[in-house]
């Protein structure tokens, strides 16, 4: 899977890690790699329900945080004129997710419209549901 979002924003599976001529031709200078960076969401599994929730509200504050920052470092390197490419295990699990933050964050669109924007190009994304509902809402609330 190989979709470029907006301008100079890409989202791929992990496949892409392999293909440096994809990066080398499209001037990728940024890569936002998701399998390393959101690899403490849904750890949890091995605790107790009290424990799992906690660790669950920790998860959506940390998630958040991590759209507010690197939604700002996606901007920086757009405004300089250079490319990223967002990566995610599948390309669906959390990288519709950092477009749909920039997208409210920088193009001032709701999350209603943003998702149907984002299904335009990805018709799998947020097929499941909204499963980080209370992560963006928390963005959202950052950002205003």
């Given at each position: ?42 750890k949890n599994?091995?605790?107790?329900t009290y ?55 920088y193009g ?37």
């Open positions: 899977m190989l979709v470029e979002m907006l301008g100079g924003i890409w989202i791929s599976d992990k496949k892409i890690l392999n293909n440096t001529g994809f990066i080398q031709d499209k001037n990728i200078s940024g890569i936002v790699n998701c399998i390393k960076d959101l690899d403490f969401i849904n599994n091995e605790y107790n424990i799992q929730q906690n660790i669950k509200k920790y998860e959506i504050i940390r998630f958040s945080d991590y759209l507010y920052d690197i939604t700002e470092f996606i901007h920086k390197r757009i405004i300089n004129g250079e490319n990223i490419i967002i990566i995610c295990k599948s390309g669906i699990e959390f990288s519709p997710y950092i477009i749909l933050s920039y997208i409210i964050r001032l669109v709701n999350p209603d419209i943003a998702v149907k924007m984002i299904r335009t190009k990805i018709l799998e994304a947020f097929k499941e549901g909204f499963k980080f509902s209370d992560a963006i809402s928390r963005f959202q609330k950052k950002i205003s």
